[in-house]
């Protein structure tokens, strides 16, 4: 990458930096924040055992948010595999909610490059708005960034107006300098958003893997205006740790980066945290 470099960060910033943005998490803990916090969820159901009933049900849930907490926004997204966005356009009736579909061989992207390209284009036809797709990371750990390059540049193009997010899998990598690499190659692709893990493996979101995004995704905006959205996903389950990935986008990219247009949090728990924390004033 010759014209974005991690070099001139260097991991010992990283380490300074995440202590700093470490002791900020608690100025954050607000009623209000918590609130906001929600509505930038991908409420992600992306189970072996899911079948179309129990999708439905997932839906409803969402659907009858808003009658059992009428003072807490409701989810960003719904986010399924690609065969359950067809029942979730179906059930889904709350206006705003956007149907997010992993797709492009996830979750780990090990697969014919037109079998991507097919099942991110059947994704969108059913009714996506939004594709969450995997890097392939080891093409990045062996120096193939051309070829992850137009591969990515080939599923934006298959999204047609859907939203492209492209997953780092950011546990893959043993170097920060890679996944600095893999968020400038994916933002160089056309994601509008980066994200850093599937969940299906480990580690999954790390503080530090975030920060490193959200330090590319600051560089790549500086060089060409592009504004691009920033999701970690896999084992947030607390406030805490939501509030932690809240603090690094406020701190990097300012505060009107930490609404759900430019920040998501794949979850599946972290919702019931959130309310429950809401609901007794706030989280200590």
């Not at 948010?65 to 966005?85: D, L, M, R, S, T």
């Not at 093409?139 to 599923?155: A, G």
């Amino acid at each position: 990458m010759k014209d974005f470099s991690f070099e001139r960060h260097g991991s010992d910033l990283i380490n300074s930096r995440l202590c700093v943005i470490t002791n900020r998490v608690m100025k954050n803990n607000s009623i209000d924040t918590l609130k906001q916090l929600h509505s930038c969820i991908d409420l992600t159901s992306l189970s072996n055992a899911d079948n179309e009933n129990s999708i439905a049900d997932f839906v409803m849930g969402v659907n009858t948010f808003k009658e059992n907490n009428p003072n807490i926004p409701n989810v960003a997204g719904i986010c399924v595999y690609p065969k359950f966005v067809s029942i979730t356009k179906q059930v889904l009736i709350v206006p705003g909610v956007k149907i997010v579909s992993v797709a492009g061989g996830f979750p780990h992207a090990q697969t014919f490059h037109e079998v991507k390209l097919k099942e991110i284009e059947l994704a969108v036809k059913a009714g996506a708005n939004e594709i969450d797709i995997v890097i392939n990371a080891g093409e990045i750990i062996d120096e193939q960034e051309n070829k992850v390059l137009s591969d990515i540049k080939d599923m934006k193009k298959a999204c047609g107006d859907a939203h492209l997010k492209v997953i780092l899998e950011t546990g893959a990598y043993t170097y920060d300098a890679d996944i600095y690499n893999a968020a400038i190659i994916a933002m160089k692709g056309g994601a509008d958003f980066i994200k850093t893990s599937t969940g299906k493996m480990e580690p999954a979101a790390t503080p530090r893997a975030a920060l490193i995004m959200a330090i590319a995704i600051r560089d790549y905006e500086r060089a060409t205006g592009a504004k691009i959205g920033l999701k970690p996903a896999g084992g947030i389950r607390t406030s805490e740790q939501a509030l932690t990935y809240y603090t690094i986008v406020k701190e990097i990219l300012g505060e009107e980066r930490t609404t759900n247009e430019f920040f998501r949090i794949g979850a599946t728990s972290l919702s019931n945290a959130l309310i429950k924390d809401i609901n007794k004033g706030i989280y200590k």
